[in-house]
């Protein structure tokens, strides 16, 4: 059963912006930190941005000033703005609840150079 579904990955060129979605059902939305981590090849999957059921935020010290988390009440989404993408973004970008340990099934974002 599919608790997170994520859209948004694709392929920019560097310097260029994405926006990444999570959906999920509103038990879900309302009782967990939500938050996006990403696992490029041959590495560990990293947190990238966690944000709280009252909005309180943390970024990866590698993403602060870039990227922005968000949630939406009303739609039960979570949402991740990347701009000035970097080739070193290049990753798979899972959706997580914290509280419940559910993983979406990833999106990949490539930044092309």
């Known amino acids: 059963q599919v608790q997170l579904v994520e859209s948004g990955g694709g392929v920019v060129q560097a310097g260029g912006s994405l926006r990444l979605s999570c959906a999920a059902s509103?038990?879900?939305?309302?009782?967990?930190?939500m938050g996006w981590y990403r696992q490029a090849p041959g590495k560990q999957r990293e947190m990238v941005a966690l944000?709280?059921?009252?909005?309180?935020?943390n970024y990866a010290d590698s993403v602060k000033g870039r990227f922005v988390i968000s949630r939406d009440y009303a739609k039960n989404t979570v949402d991740l703005q990347m701009n000035s993408l970097k080739p070193e973004d290049t990753a798979v970008y899972y959706c997580?609840?914290?509280?419940?340990?559910?993983w979406g099934q990833g999106t990949q974002v490539t930044v092309s150079s």
């Open positions: 997580y609840a914290a509280r419940d340990h559910y």
């Open positions: 509103k038990i879900i939305f309302s009782f967990n930190t």
């Open positions: 944000i709280t059921s009252a909005g309180g935020t």
